[in-house]
């Protein structure tokens, strides 16, 4: 196996990266208190979907509104499905967003992903955002740490991975909001080997269910319109699986109404569709506070 035990050299590249993303941090939390007097917009949104292969998600985001141009950036969440293979797994965020002018900002992000000691993610992501009256250009650098339980010694096997993801989003039309993106991903190992049976038998069968998911690429398109009271998105996202190259397409309608403003609602449906013939459709609903 072309895995690597978690050493020195990735640990100190991620510990490198966690403390570039703190000292940013510091220096934010440092502005004097009159920058802190005009706070952008703050948001809380708890958001609840469902698939037909009885498997739940909940989320909770929370933006807070630090300065007029600083952002702070909260978010827990939660996957489980039942079955053969049951899933339990917890997400948590943590980011800062920051307009440098009016026409660039930058976004730094940690996240972590985890179930127990059988998987652990740790993902470090930089989005710089460049804006014009009709345009949007974005690109994001992103380094993640992947931990797997190895079932026979029980202990944790790494793989690292590295991403780089660029978008366009185009509003120049009354009412509408066009957007394309397409990340593509590079491994540190052959991720086609976790396809074979004598590493699905070392690997936690609940780890492997998660990594079915590690993607070598993935391509978005979607169309937004806004209404005066609500907006209706449309969005259709093709990925590539790193382990077996198959294809995967998810379709999305998603309708949030303004009509209770602070509040909002939020209605999605959509349904997954892969090339082994595995699909599933799903729906959800978010409800958010805006002050």
Known sequence: MNFTMPGTGVTH???????????????????PANALAEAAASSFQVQYLQDSSDSEDIFID??????????LLLSAGNTRATGTNSIDLDYRDIGLSHQLNKNFDVLLKYETISQGSEIETDTIKTTFTWSTDKWSFGLTPEYRDLKLLNTLTGRQV???????????YYYGIKNWEYGVSFTSYDYSANTRILSLPVVIRLISSNALTVTSGLLDNATSVNA???FSKSDLGAGYTRSKSA???????V?????TL????????GLEVGSVDSSNNVGS???????????
């Open 158 to 168: 790494s793989l690292t991975s590295n991403g780089l993801g660029a978008s366009v």
């Open 251 to 255: 379709i999305s309608l998603k309708w």
């Open 13 to 31: 590249q991620l510990i490198k990266q966690s403390g570039i993303f703190l000292l940013t941090c510091l220096f934010l939390f440092s502005l």
């Open 258 to 265: 303004h009509n209770f403003e602070p509040f909002n609602i």
């Open 224 to 226: 937004t319109y806004f």
């Open 281 to 291: 459709t799903y729906s959800g609903l978010t409800l958010g506070y805006n002050w």
């Open 243 to 249: 382990i077996d190259g198959q294809y995967s397409d």
């Open 62 to 71: 929370i933006n807070l509104g630090l300065t007029d141009k600083t952002t």
